[in-house]
């Protein structure tokens, strides 16, 4: 069964420290991996896609990466801010028949206190 | 310069009413997509519209009927809404199609949180 877990589910860190999420997928075949930002009561947005061949991409302070043997992807936060304070959303894309599909992981919820 | 918009933002209604949800994207993009998210915050997709043409369907009930009368279209009507409709309803489109279409990047609207009463 395709699924993406994600870990923790909540988050606490303090302004100007770094952290890091964790995605674990069961995801077959696979496409694409995606995080997203989601502000609260806003639409996601996204941050980074990654395809099967790459190790690690960057957005700014965010950085992601993806081990495609172990099926893990991870989301860096460097010098977090308030505005950091968002639930972040792994997505992986498995092909299915003429389309991809995309399974969404529960968010990790981060919370930046000043 | 809003990208993707949907209305209403709020919509609470009573229970057996029909309701509908419009989302229009400036993008030019080719496919658009109706997502649902629940209290557990998971987003699952409903359907998927690609130039007017319905290309996803995930066992979406039937009072549930998308209407794209372009493909910078997307409306959700809902018939006779049930307290588990009850969720935040998030219109998304993405350039490309077929197996290309979920391979770029999905642009959301700011969602339209259903309560059905």
């Known amino acids: 069964k395709n699924q993406v877990e994600q870990s923790p589910q909540s988050l606490i860190i303090l302004e100007g420290k770094n952290c890091t999420l964790q995605c674990n997928y069961t995801v077959s075949p696979f496409s694409n991996l995606r995080w997203y930002k989601q502000d609260t009561g806003r639409g996601p947005v996204s941050l980074t896609i990654m395809t099967f061949s790459e190790n690690t991409k960057s957005n700014g302070r965010y950085t992601a990466t993806l081990d495609a043997d172990t099926k893990q992807s991870s989301l860096h936060i460097t010098a977090s801010q308030l505005s950091d304070s968002a639930s972040y959303i792994c997505v992986v894309s498995a092909r299915a028949g003429g389309y991809n599909k995309l399974i969404f992981g529960a968010g990790t919820r981060l919370a930046v206190h000043p | 310069d809003t990208a993707v918009s949907q209305t209403p933002k709020y919509l609470v209604t009573q229970m057996g009413n029909d309701k509908s949800i419009k989302c229009e994207q400036n993008l030019g993009h080719d496919t658009m997509y109706w997502y649902k998210q629940d209290s557990k915050k998971f987003l699952k997709i409903m359907f998927s519209?690609?130039?007017?043409?319905?290309?996803i369907n995930e066992t979406v009930p039937n009072r549930f009927s998308p209407k794209s009368p372009d493909k910078a279209h997307l409306n959700l009507h809902i018939n006779s809404l049930e307290l588990g409709d009850s969720a935040v309803y998030f219109c998304?489109?993405?350039?490309?199609?077929?197996?290309?279409?979920?391979?770029?990047?999905?642009?959301f609207g700011e969602g339209s949180r259903l309560t059905v009463l």
């Open positions: 998304a489109s993405s350039q490309g199609s077929g197996a290309l279409a979920t391979t770029g990047e999905l642009f």
């Open positions: 519209y690609n130039n007017k043409e319905l290309i």
